[in-house]
Protein backbone atom coordinates (compact mmCIF):
# COMPACT_ATOMS: atom_id res chain seq x y z
CA UNK A 1 0.00 0.00 0.00
CA UNK A 2 2.43 2.45 -0.91
CA UNK A 3 2.98 5.19 -4.01
CA UNK A 4 4.88 6.98 -6.53
CA UNK A 5 7.15 9.07 -8.91
CA UNK A 6 7.79 10.66 -11.66
CA UNK A 7 4.32 11.39 -13.36
CA UNK A 8 1.61 12.27 -12.60
CA UNK A 9 1.00 9.72 -9.80
CA UNK A 10 4.64 10.91 -8.44
CA UNK A 11 3.62 10.14 -5.25
CA UNK A 12 6.31 8.15 -4.22
CA UNK A 13 8.63 10.10 -6.15
CA UNK A 14 10.79 10.54 -2.43
CA UNK A 15 10.21 6.27 -1.50
CA UNK A 16 11.53 5.62 -5.14
CA UNK A 17 14.01 7.59 -6.15
CA UNK A 18 16.91 6.52 -4.49
CA UNK A 19 16.85 2.75 -5.85
CA UNK A 20 15.95 3.98 -9.43
CA UNK A 21 19.74 4.93 -9.41
CA UNK A 22 22.03 1.80 -11.07
CA UNK A 23 19.26 0.14 -11.56
CA UNK A 24 19.87 -1.17 -15.43
CA UNK A 25 23.65 -1.41 -14.55
CA UNK A 26 22.76 -3.84 -11.49
CA UNK A 27 20.32 -6.06 -13.79
CA UNK A 28 23.12 -6.44 -16.95
CA UNK A 29 25.72 -7.09 -14.67
CA UNK A 30 23.84 -9.69 -12.22
CA UNK A 31 22.53 -13.29 -12.37
CA UNK A 32 18.25 -13.44 -13.42
CA UNK A 33 17.08 -14.14 -9.94
CA UNK A 34 18.89 -10.86 -8.73
CA UNK A 35 17.87 -8.63 -11.53
CA UNK A 36 14.50 -9.60 -10.58
CA UNK A 37 14.74 -8.66 -6.81
CA UNK A 38 16.35 -5.59 -7.75
CA UNK A 39 13.25 -4.55 -10.33
CA UNK A 40 10.72 -6.11 -7.81
CA UNK A 41 8.12 -3.54 -6.07
CA UNK A 42 5.87 -1.87 -8.50
CA UNK A 43 3.47 -4.75 -9.29
CA UNK A 44 3.64 -5.86 -6.12
CA UNK A 45 3.24 -2.49 -4.11
CA UNK A 46 0.32 -1.50 -6.62
CA UNK A 47 -2.00 -4.90 -6.28
CA UNK A 48 -1.60 -4.76 -2.12
CA UNK A 49 -2.67 -1.28 -2.23
CA UNK A 50 -6.15 -2.37 -3.73
CA UNK A 51 -6.19 -4.39 0.22
CA UNK A 52 -6.61 -0.92 2.16
CA UNK A 53 -9.51 0.19 4.52
CA UNK A 54 -12.13 0.90 1.33
CA UNK A 55 -10.76 -2.80 0.37
CA UNK A 56 -11.14 -4.56 3.57
CA UNK A 57 -14.52 -3.30 4.27
CA UNK A 58 -15.88 -4.45 0.38
CA UNK A 59 -14.46 -8.01 0.81
CA UNK A 60 -15.75 -8.52 4.58
CA UNK A 61 -19.28 -6.85 3.29
CA UNK A 62 -19.00 -9.34 0.49
CA UNK A 63 -18.81 -12.36 2.51
CA UNK A 64 -20.95 -11.62 5.65
CA UNK A 65 -23.85 -10.26 2.65
CA UNK A 66 -23.27 -13.01 -0.30
CA UNK A 67 -21.04 -15.90 1.22
CA UNK A 68 -19.38 -17.79 -1.19
CA UNK A 69 -21.69 -16.58 -4.10
CA UNK A 70 -19.11 -14.11 -5.48
CA UNK A 71 -15.94 -15.60 -5.43
CA UNK A 72 -16.05 -16.67 -9.21
CA UNK A 73 -15.85 -13.01 -9.38
CA UNK A 74 -12.09 -13.30 -8.63
CA UNK A 75 -10.95 -15.60 -11.89
CA UNK A 76 -12.24 -12.85 -14.16
CA UNK A 77 -11.03 -10.15 -11.63
CA UNK A 78 -7.37 -11.64 -11.77
CA UNK A 79 -7.24 -11.79 -14.94
CA UNK A 80 -8.76 -7.77 -15.92
CA UNK A 81 -6.26 -6.83 -13.05
CA UNK A 82 -2.83 -8.44 -14.14
CA UNK A 83 -3.98 -7.14 -17.89
CA UNK A 84 -4.52 -3.36 -16.81
CA UNK A 85 -1.10 -3.02 -14.83
CA UNK A 86 0.85 -4.78 -17.17
CA UNK A 87 -0.60 -2.36 -19.79
CA UNK A 88 0.62 0.69 -17.98
CA UNK A 89 3.90 -0.88 -16.17
CA UNK A 90 4.54 -1.87 -19.82
CA UNK A 91 3.99 1.50 -20.97
CA UNK A 92 6.18 3.44 -18.40
CA UNK A 93 8.90 0.95 -19.13
CA UNK A 94 9.11 1.57 -23.06
CA UNK A 95 8.34 5.16 -22.89
CA UNK A 96 9.78 6.45 -20.28
CA UNK A 97 6.91 8.81 -19.12
CA UNK A 98 4.00 8.68 -16.76
CA UNK A 99 -0.03 8.25 -17.08
CA UNK A 100 -0.63 11.65 -17.05
CA UNK A 101 2.59 13.31 -18.96
CA UNK A 102 1.57 11.13 -21.82
CA UNK A 103 -2.29 11.69 -21.86
CA UNK A 104 -1.79 15.76 -21.93
CA UNK A 105 0.92 14.67 -24.74
CA UNK A 106 -1.03 12.51 -26.71
CA UNK A 107 -4.99 14.10 -26.30
CA UNK A 108 -4.36 17.71 -25.40
CA UNK A 109 -5.74 19.59 -22.54
CA UNK A 110 -9.42 19.27 -22.49
CA UNK A 111 -9.24 15.17 -22.43
CA UNK A 112 -6.50 15.56 -19.68
CA UNK A 113 -8.76 18.06 -17.73
CA UNK A 114 -11.05 15.21 -17.88
CA UNK A 115 -9.32 12.27 -17.27
CA UNK A 116 -7.72 14.18 -14.21
CA UNK A 117 -11.12 15.32 -13.17
CA UNK A 118 -12.16 12.01 -12.61
CA UNK A 119 -8.68 11.10 -11.09
CA UNK A 120 -9.49 13.92 -8.85
CA UNK A 121 -12.97 13.05 -7.78
CA UNK A 122 -11.76 8.79 -7.22
CA UNK A 123 -8.71 9.53 -5.24
CA UNK A 124 -10.59 12.20 -2.56
CA UNK A 125 -13.12 9.19 -2.28
CA UNK A 126 -10.38 7.05 -1.42
CA UNK A 127 -8.98 9.35 0.70
CA UNK A 128 -12.10 9.83 2.27
CA UNK A 129 -12.06 6.43 2.71
CA UNK A 130 -8.70 6.30 4.53
CA UNK A 131 -9.40 8.68 7.57
CA UNK A 132 -12.75 7.03 8.00
CA UNK A 133 -10.21 3.92 8.42
CA UNK A 134 -8.37 5.45 10.70
CA UNK A 135 -11.53 6.53 12.80
CA UNK A 136 -12.65 2.84 12.46
CA UNK A 137 -9.60 0.94 13.43
CA UNK A 138 -8.59 3.49 16.92
CA UNK A 139 -12.81 3.57 17.74
CA UNK A 140 -11.77 -0.30 18.28
CA UNK A 141 -9.68 0.82 20.87
CA UNK A 142 -11.38 3.29 22.20
CA UNK A 143 -9.83 6.36 21.01
CA UNK A 144 -12.69 8.85 19.63
CA UNK A 145 -12.30 10.06 16.06
CA UNK A 146 -13.13 13.54 17.21
CA UNK A 147 -9.56 12.82 18.80
CA UNK A 148 -7.36 10.09 16.27
CA UNK A 149 -8.38 11.68 12.66
CA UNK A 150 -7.16 15.35 13.48
CA UNK A 151 -3.94 14.09 15.06
CA UNK A 152 -3.78 11.67 12.26
CA UNK A 153 -4.18 14.47 9.77
CA UNK A 154 -1.88 16.45 11.11
CA UNK A 155 0.70 13.50 11.63
CA UNK A 156 0.21 12.86 7.63
CA UNK A 157 0.90 16.32 6.97
CA UNK A 158 4.28 16.25 8.75
CA UNK A 159 5.44 13.10 7.45
CA UNK A 160 4.97 14.04 4.09
CA UNK A 161 6.17 17.53 4.32
CA UNK A 162 8.49 17.51 6.50
CA UNK A 163 9.56 13.95 8.23
CA UNK A 164 10.99 10.67 6.52
CA UNK A 165 8.43 9.36 5.21
CA UNK A 166 10.07 6.08 3.69
CA UNK A 167 10.54 5.16 7.44
CA UNK A 168 7.19 5.30 8.24
CA UNK A 169 6.13 3.57 5.19
CA UNK A 170 7.60 0.62 6.64
CA UNK A 171 6.27 0.28 9.80
CA UNK A 172 2.43 0.75 8.14
CA UNK A 173 3.28 -1.70 5.98
CA UNK A 174 4.20 -4.11 8.51
CA UNK A 175 1.07 -3.17 10.41
CA UNK A 176 -0.90 -4.03 7.54
CA UNK A 177 0.66 -7.04 7.18
CA UNK A 178 -1.75 -7.99 10.20
CA UNK A 179 -4.25 -8.93 7.30
CA UNK A 180 -2.42 -11.95 6.24
CA UNK A 181 -4.28 -13.35 9.57
CA UNK A 182 -7.64 -14.06 7.76
CA UNK A 183 -5.81 -16.67 5.74
CA UNK A 184 -5.14 -18.37 9.02
CA UNK A 185 -8.50 -17.41 10.32
CA UNK A 186 -10.23 -19.29 7.30
CA UNK A 187 -8.92 -22.50 7.59
CA UNK A 188 -9.42 -21.90 11.39
CA UNK A 189 -13.08 -21.71 11.00
CA UNK A 190 -13.58 -24.53 8.88
CA UNK A 191 -15.28 -23.46 6.17
CA UNK A 192 -17.30 -25.78 3.44
CA UNK A 193 -14.31 -25.88 1.07
CA UNK A 194 -16.68 -28.00 -1.58
CA UNK A 195 -18.79 -25.35 -1.55
CA UNK A 196 -16.49 -23.15 -1.60
CA UNK A 197 -14.69 -25.07 -5.20
CA UNK A 198 -18.11 -25.00 -6.38
CA UNK A 199 -18.77 -21.28 -6.04
CA UNK A 200 -15.66 -20.50 -7.53
CA UNK A 201 -16.55 -22.05 -10.99
CA UNK A 202 -20.48 -20.99 -10.85
CA UNK A 203 -21.38 -17.86 -11.85
CA UNK A 204 -24.18 -15.84 -9.60
CA UNK A 205 -25.06 -12.68 -10.86
CA UNK A 206 -28.35 -10.79 -10.16
CA UNK A 207 -30.36 -7.36 -11.16
CA UNK A 208 -30.98 -6.44 -7.66
CA UNK A 209 -29.31 -2.72 -6.37
CA UNK A 210 -27.76 -3.98 -3.63
CA UNK A 211 -25.91 -7.21 -5.59
CA UNK A 212 -25.26 -4.28 -8.01
CA UNK A 213 -24.22 -2.06 -5.90
CA UNK A 214 -21.81 -4.32 -4.19
CA UNK A 215 -20.61 -5.78 -7.89
CA UNK A 216 -19.29 -2.27 -9.29
CA UNK A 217 -17.85 -2.14 -5.72
CA UNK A 218 -15.67 -4.92 -5.82
CA UNK A 219 -14.42 -4.14 -9.10
CA UNK A 220 -13.51 -0.18 -8.46
CA UNK A 221 -11.84 -1.60 -4.83
CA UNK A 222 -9.73 -4.24 -6.92
CA UNK A 223 -8.62 -1.77 -10.17
CA UNK A 224 -9.03 1.72 -8.73
CA UNK A 225 -8.58 4.22 -11.01
CA UNK A 226 -5.09 5.46 -8.85
CA UNK A 227 -3.31 2.26 -9.38
CA UNK A 228 -2.74 2.41 -12.80
CA UNK A 229 -1.34 5.70 -12.36
CA UNK A 230 0.92 4.50 -9.61
CA UNK A 231 2.10 1.50 -11.46
CA UNK A 232 3.88 3.60 -14.05
CA UNK A 233 5.24 6.23 -12.04
CA UNK A 234 6.42 3.98 -10.10
CA UNK A 235 8.30 1.95 -13.04
CA UNK A 236 9.33 5.04 -14.51
CA UNK A 237 11.39 6.19 -10.92
CA UNK A 238 12.78 2.76 -10.46
CA UNK A 239 14.16 3.03 -14.05
CA UNK A 240 13.09 -0.13 -15.62
CA UNK A 241 13.09 -0.06 -19.62
CA UNK A 242 12.03 -2.42 -22.48
CA UNK A 243 15.12 -3.68 -22.05
CA UNK A 244 14.55 -5.53 -18.62
CA UNK A 245 10.80 -4.86 -18.04
CA UNK A 246 10.20 -8.71 -18.71
CA UNK A 247 11.12 -8.79 -14.65
CA UNK A 248 8.80 -6.17 -14.32
CA UNK A 249 6.08 -8.20 -15.96
CA UNK A 250 6.86 -11.14 -13.59
CA UNK A 251 6.53 -8.83 -10.27
CA UNK A 252 3.08 -7.34 -11.60
CA UNK A 253 1.38 -10.70 -12.07
CA UNK A 254 3.37 -12.01 -8.43
CA UNK A 255 1.89 -9.57 -7.01
CA UNK A 256 -1.93 -9.83 -8.88
CA UNK A 257 -2.33 -13.33 -7.65
CA UNK A 258 -1.01 -12.76 -4.06
CA UNK A 259 -3.32 -9.74 -3.45
CA UNK A 260 -6.40 -11.62 -5.26
CA UNK A 261 -5.23 -14.78 -2.83
CA UNK A 262 -5.71 -12.27 -0.48
CA UNK A 263 -9.52 -11.62 -0.81
CA UNK A 264 -9.96 -14.92 -1.71
CA UNK A 265 -9.45 -15.93 2.28
CA UNK A 266 -11.14 -12.48 3.55
CA UNK A 267 -14.48 -13.41 1.62
CA UNK A 268 -14.30 -16.93 2.80
CA UNK A 269 -13.45 -15.56 6.61
CA UNK A 270 -16.22 -13.28 6.71
CA UNK A 271 -18.79 -15.90 4.98
CA UNK A 272 -17.73 -18.72 7.32
CA UNK A 273 -18.02 -16.85 10.91
CA UNK A 274 -20.72 -13.99 9.91
CA UNK A 275 -23.24 -15.04 6.83
CA UNK A 276 -22.96 -18.62 7.98
CA UNK A 277 -25.49 -16.80 11.10
CA UNK A 278 -26.90 -14.12 9.20
CA UNK A 279 -24.57 -11.18 10.68
CA UNK A 280 -23.87 -8.44 8.12
CA UNK A 281 -21.24 -5.48 8.77
CA UNK A 282 -21.84 -2.64 9.61
CA UNK A 283 -18.84 -1.36 12.14
CA UNK A 284 -14.88 -2.38 12.06
CA UNK A 285 -16.21 -4.59 14.96
CA UNK A 286 -18.27 -6.60 13.12
CA UNK A 287 -15.75 -7.33 10.59
CA UNK A 288 -13.12 -7.97 13.29
CA UNK A 289 -15.66 -10.91 14.32
CA UNK A 290 -13.92 -12.89 11.50
CA UNK A 291 -10.67 -13.05 13.13
CA UNK A 292 -12.34 -14.65 16.65
CA UNK A 293 -11.33 -18.42 15.01
CA UNK A 294 -7.67 -17.28 15.15
CA UNK A 295 -7.76 -14.42 17.58
CA UNK A 296 -10.29 -15.02 20.33
CA UNK A 297 -10.78 -12.12 22.55
CA UNK A 298 -8.09 -10.27 20.62
CA UNK A 299 -9.47 -10.00 17.08
CA UNK A 300 -10.91 -6.30 17.41
CA UNK A 301 -7.47 -5.57 18.58
CA UNK A 302 -5.67 -6.99 15.96
CA UNK A 303 -8.01 -5.89 13.25
CA UNK A 304 -7.49 -2.27 14.62
CA UNK A 305 -4.05 -2.35 13.97
CA UNK A 306 -4.44 -3.96 10.39
CA UNK A 307 -6.98 -1.39 9.76
CA UNK A 308 -4.79 1.25 10.78
CA UNK A 309 -1.58 0.81 9.43
CA UNK A 310 -3.09 0.37 5.82
CA UNK A 311 -5.22 3.07 6.27
CA UNK A 312 -2.29 5.94 7.51
CA UNK A 313 0.04 4.66 4.74
CA UNK A 314 -2.76 4.84 1.89
CA UNK A 315 -3.98 8.47 3.33
CA UNK A 316 -0.41 9.95 3.38
CA UNK A 317 0.50 8.63 -0.19
CA UNK A 318 -2.87 8.98 -2.37
CA UNK A 319 -3.25 13.01 -1.51
CA UNK A 320 0.08 13.38 -2.41
CA UNK A 321 -0.03 10.99 -5.60
CA UNK A 322 -2.93 13.52 -6.35
CA UNK A 323 -1.08 16.19 -5.88
CA UNK A 324 1.42 15.32 -8.48
CA UNK A 325 -0.75 14.17 -10.85
CA UNK A 326 -2.73 17.24 -11.41
CA UNK A 327 0.31 19.10 -11.06
CA UNK A 328 2.29 17.26 -13.86
CA UNK A 329 -0.56 17.11 -16.31
CA UNK A 330 -0.67 20.97 -16.55
CA UNK A 331 2.94 21.54 -15.98
CA UNK A 332 2.47 23.27 -12.25
CA UNK A 333 5.34 23.45 -10.17
CA UNK A 334 5.37 20.82 -7.45
CA UNK A 335 7.41 19.46 -4.69
CA UNK A 336 6.88 18.26 -1.01
CA UNK A 337 9.85 20.86 -0.57
CA UNK A 338 8.19 24.08 -1.84
CA UNK A 339 5.87 26.88 -0.40
CA UNK A 340 2.66 27.74 -0.86
CA UNK A 341 3.84 30.29 -3.04
CA UNK A 342 6.10 28.35 -5.34
CA UNK A 343 4.07 25.17 -5.65
CA UNK A 344 0.28 26.64 -4.48
CA UNK A 345 -1.85 23.99 -6.82
CA UNK A 346 0.18 21.31 -5.76
CA UNK A 347 0.18 22.02 -1.56
CA UNK A 348 -3.10 23.15 -2.44
CA UNK A 349 -4.67 19.82 -4.00
CA UNK A 350 -3.03 18.04 -1.36
CA UNK A 351 -4.11 19.87 1.98
CA UNK A 352 -7.32 19.94 0.28
CA UNK A 353 -7.73 16.28 -0.12
CA UNK A 354 -6.16 15.54 3.58
CA UNK A 355 -8.43 18.56 5.31
CA UNK A 356 -11.57 16.32 2.86
CA UNK A 357 -10.97 13.03 4.28
CA UNK A 358 -10.39 14.06 7.96
CA UNK A 359 -13.63 16.06 8.29
CA UNK A 360 -15.90 13.59 6.27
CA UNK A 361 -14.16 11.05 8.65
CA UNK A 362 -15.80 13.10 11.50
CA UNK A 363 -19.04 13.41 10.80
CA UNK A 364 -21.26 12.74 13.74
CA UNK A 365 -23.30 9.45 13.20
CA UNK A 366 -21.14 8.60 9.86
CA UNK A 367 -22.12 4.86 9.33
CA UNK A 368 -18.38 3.90 8.55
CA UNK A 369 -18.51 0.87 6.68
CA UNK A 370 -20.80 1.94 4.18
CA UNK A 371 -18.76 5.32 3.47
CA UNK A 372 -16.03 2.74 2.60
CA UNK A 373 -17.79 0.94 0.16
CA UNK A 374 -19.59 3.82 -1.41
CA UNK A 375 -16.08 5.24 -2.58
CA UNK A 376 -15.27 1.96 -3.98
CA UNK A 377 -18.48 1.89 -5.86
CA UNK A 378 -17.31 5.73 -7.17
CA UNK A 379 -13.76 3.84 -8.11
CA UNK A 380 -16.11 1.76 -10.34
CA UNK A 381 -18.12 4.37 -12.03
CA UNK A 382 -14.68 6.40 -12.71
CA UNK A 383 -12.69 3.80 -13.77
CA UNK A 384 -13.99 3.44 -17.73
CA UNK A 385 -12.50 6.70 -18.25
CA UNK A 386 -9.16 6.03 -17.35
CA UNK A 387 -9.09 2.84 -18.82
CA UNK A 388 -10.30 3.95 -22.38
CA UNK A 389 -7.24 6.56 -21.95
CA UNK A 390 -4.65 3.45 -20.97
CA UNK A 391 -5.98 1.63 -24.18
CA UNK A 392 -5.80 4.14 -26.46
CA UNK A 393 -2.09 5.09 -25.35
CA UNK A 394 -0.83 1.11 -25.37
CA UNK A 395 -1.89 0.88 -28.98
CA UNK A 396 -0.73 3.75 -30.46
CA UNK A 397 2.16 2.23 -32.47
CA UNK A 398 4.05 5.73 -32.93
CA UNK A 399 4.47 5.46 -28.79
CA UNK A 400 4.56 2.07 -28.01
CA UNK A 401 6.41 0.66 -31.18
CA UNK A 402 6.12 -3.23 -31.24
CA UNK A 403 5.28 -3.11 -27.47
CA UNK A 404 1.56 -2.65 -28.65
CA UNK A 405 -0.96 -4.80 -27.31
CA UNK A 406 -1.58 -8.35 -28.76
CA UNK A 407 -5.11 -9.07 -30.34
CA UNK A 408 -5.86 -11.16 -26.48
CA UNK A 409 -4.66 -8.22 -24.33
CA UNK A 410 -7.01 -6.32 -26.55
CA UNK A 411 -10.14 -8.30 -26.43
CA UNK A 412 -9.53 -8.83 -22.65
CA UNK A 413 -8.93 -5.21 -21.82
CA UNK A 414 -11.84 -3.96 -23.60
CA UNK A 415 -14.47 -5.88 -22.24
CA UNK A 416 -13.33 -5.08 -18.58
CA UNK A 417 -13.65 -1.41 -19.77
CA UNK A 418 -17.03 -2.20 -21.55
CA UNK A 419 -18.72 -4.33 -18.57
CA UNK A 420 -17.71 -1.95 -16.25
CA UNK A 421 -18.91 0.53 -18.29
CA UNK A 422 -22.19 -1.49 -18.84
CA UNK A 423 -22.46 -2.39 -14.91
CA UNK A 424 -21.87 1.72 -13.75
CA UNK A 425 -24.34 2.49 -15.68
CA UNK A 426 -26.76 -0.38 -14.37
CA UNK A 427 -25.60 1.29 -10.47
CA UNK A 428 -27.03 4.60 -11.39
CA UNK A 429 -29.78 3.91 -13.51
CA UNK A 430 -30.90 1.45 -10.21
CA UNK A 431 -30.09 4.02 -7.44
CA UNK A 432 -32.13 6.35 -9.52
CA UNK A 433 -35.37 4.08 -10.22
CA UNK A 434 -34.71 1.25 -7.55
CA UNK A 435 -37.83 -0.95 -8.48
CA UNK A 436 -36.32 -1.07 -12.50
CA UNK A 437 -34.77 -4.19 -11.82
CA UNK A 438 -36.49 -5.46 -8.87
CA UNK A 439 -36.61 -8.90 -10.43
CA UNK A 440 -33.72 -11.36 -9.95
CA UNK A 441 -32.05 -13.70 -12.79
Known amino acids: MAKHGTDASGAGRRLLQRSAQGVRRTVARRPRLVAYLAIV???VITAAAGNDAGGIATFASVGADYGYRLLWLLIPLTISLGIVQEMCARMGAVTGKGLSDLIREKFGVRWTAFVMLALLVANGGVTVSEFVGIAAALELLSVPRFVSVPIAAMAIWWLIVKGTYQRVERVFLAMSLVFLAYVVSAFVAHPPWLTVAREVVRPHFDLSPAFLFTF??????????????????????????????????????????????????????????????????????EAARALRP?????????FAIGLFGASMLAAGVLPLATAYSISEAFGFEKGVSSSFREAPIFLGVFTFLVVLGATVAMIPGLSLIHVLIVTQVINGVLLPVVLIAVLKLVNNRELMGTHVNGPVYNIAAW????????????VIISTIFPNLFSFRN
Open 41 to 43: GPG
Open 216 to 285: VAVIGTTISPYMQVFIQSSVVEKGVRAENYRFTKIDVWVGTILAILIVFFIVISTAATLNVHGEHIESAA
Open 294 to 302: LAGPYAEML
Open 415 to 426: LTTIIVSLLSIM
